[in-house]
Structures are given as C-alpha cells and as structure tokens.
C-alpha cells in the first residue's frame, strides 16, 4: 500500500492510552498483513502488532501484550492500535507497514508510512 498514512500520535502521560489510525488510499486485500512497528532513539526498529486482514488473526511484540490492541476497519481501510497502560519506554515513533507475509521482521514489509510520535511522560 503506497501512501499509508497514520495518525493520533502525541504527548500522553504514564498509565494513560493513546489509539493510532493507519489508512491506505485503497483497498487492502483480504491476503494482506498490516503491521506496527516503533523506533526509539538509538534503536533497531521493534515490532509492536500484526494482524492478517482476511481472518482478523493477530499477533504482538512481548513489550506489548495485554497493553495494546491491533484492529481493522476494513470498509474505511483503516487498521488501528489501541494503546493503554502507556509507559515511558512506549516513547518511540510508531510506523504503520504492510507485507503479503505473515511476519513479525521489518525487512519482510514492503510498504510504510511516514510514522507518528509518541511520547509518555513519566
């Protein structure tokens, strides 16, 4: 999906929740697997949630089970991250991705967006 465009980034204390949107400009087909990722300062890009568009299946980063929920919206080709119990170490920009693979590493995407900040106060 060229063009994927997120949003709903930004400054958020400890404890509290966020929820980022991603559209695409057109459909996403059923055999796609939109993803999240992070990156931190300093860091390697860290995977956070996938989930397959077709059968809604999901999977998570160890980071960030039980805290943050994956979702679609496929008539509005929307997926979204449901982010709550924020941390401090949450504090990264967030990248919205999309792969015809079941994958969980970057270099297994081969579309992104721009990303979006966020930051948790502690």
């Known amino acids: 999906q060229v063009g994927l465009a997120e949003s709903g980034g930004g400054l958020v204390q400890a404890g509290g929740s966020l929820r980022l949107s991603c559209t695409a400009p057109?459909?996403?087909?059923?055999?796609?697997?939109m993803g999240w990722f992070r990156q931190a300062p300093g860091k390697e890009r860290e995977f956070v949630a996938a989930?397959?568009?077709?059968?809604?299946?999901?999977m998570y980063g160890d980071s960030v089970k039980g805290r943050f929920t994956i979702s679609r919206e496929s008539a509005k080709n929307t997926v979204y991250l449901q982010m709550n119990s924020l941390r401090p170490e949450d504090t990264a920009v967030y990248y919205c991705?999309?792969?015809?693979?079941?994958?969980?590493?970057?270099?297994?995407?081969?579309?992104w967006g721009q990303g979006t900040q966020v930051t948790v106060s502690s």
């Open positions: 991705a999309g792969s015809s693979q079941w994958a969980s590493y970057p270099n297994e995407y081969d579309s």
């Open positions: 989930i397959r568009w077709s059968r809604d299946r999901t």
């Open positions: 057109g459909r996403i087909y059923s055999s796609r697997v």
